[in-house]
Structure formats: structure tokens, C-alpha cells
């Protein structure tokens, strides 16, 4: 499976974005799927996820109410819709995909729990 994210850039605080993340090479639609963000001298983290189905979604509470995850199986693609952003959003974001078709486990906000990530896009925020 290969992940692409496309979408970051520079935005002012307050502004909105959308990443997005081609997925090929693999069954999408069976997939739980994640976004991850990792700033500068700091560890990753996890951002927000969603279910194999798109029925579920679950959000760090960080951006909660501010972001929104989905994805679109008829065109292999995983979304996050930032709005309200903050210069602490600032980092680079990385989509991951979980290889266990269906899903149905718990552990959605654990990095080790996807097999899959992409090479990251960069968000920056200024003030």
C-alpha cells in the first residue's frame, strides 16, 4: 500500500486547510485509516482516525471540534479538514492505514497500530 498526502502550505491562524491522502496498491475501503502530526523537536502524535466503514471517527482532544476526518472509497482517499487553525498546529502530517481488513479493535489512536504511513506534508500556521 502507498500513501500520498498532498494539501499542506502556509496558512494564517484562524485560516482553514484540507490534506489530502491518495491511497494505491491496496484495498482502501477495508481500511481504518489515521492522521499523525509530528512538530519539530516533538514526538508524534496522534491527530485523528476512522473507522474502515467511515462510520466512526475519533479525534485528539486537541482538535476536536476543529477537525473532521473522511474518506471517500471510490476515490481511494483519506481527508482532514482543518479549520480554526492555530500556530500550534503547525507540523508535519502524516496519514497511515491499518493492514487488518475491518477493523474493529480500539487501539485507533496508537501509531503501532498501522502497518502503512505516508512521507508526510507540512502544515504551518503563523500568528
Known amino acids: 500500500v502507498q500513501l500520498v498526502e498532498s494539501g499542506g502550505g502556509l496558512v494564517q491562524a484562524g485560516g482553514s486547510l484540507r490534506v489530502s491522502c491518495a491511497a494505491s496498491?491496496?484495498?482502501?475501503?477495508?481500511?481504518?485509516m489515521g492522521w499523525f502530526r509530528q512538530a519539530p523537536g516533538k514526538e508524534r502524535e496522534f491527530v485523528a482516525a476512522?473507522?474502515?466503514?467511515?462510520?466512526?471517527?475519533y479525534y485528539a482532544e486537541s482538535v476536536k471540534g476543529r477537525f473532521t476526518i473522511s474518506k471517500d472509497n471510490a476515490k481511494n482517499t483519506l481527508y482532514l479538514q482543518m479549520y480554526s487553525l492555530k500556530p500550534e498546529d503547525t507540523a508535519e502530517y502524516y496519514c497511515a492505514a491499518m493492514d487488518t481488513p475491518y477493523y474493529t479493535g480500539i487501539y485507533y489512536r496508537d501509531s503501532h497500530e498501522y502497518q502503512y504511513w505516508g512521507q508526510g506534508t507540512r502544515v504551518t500556521v503563523s500568528s
Open positions: 496498491g491496496g484495498t482502501f475501503s477495508t481500511y481504518a
Open positions: 476512522i473507522s474502515w466503514s467511515g462510520d466512526s471517527t
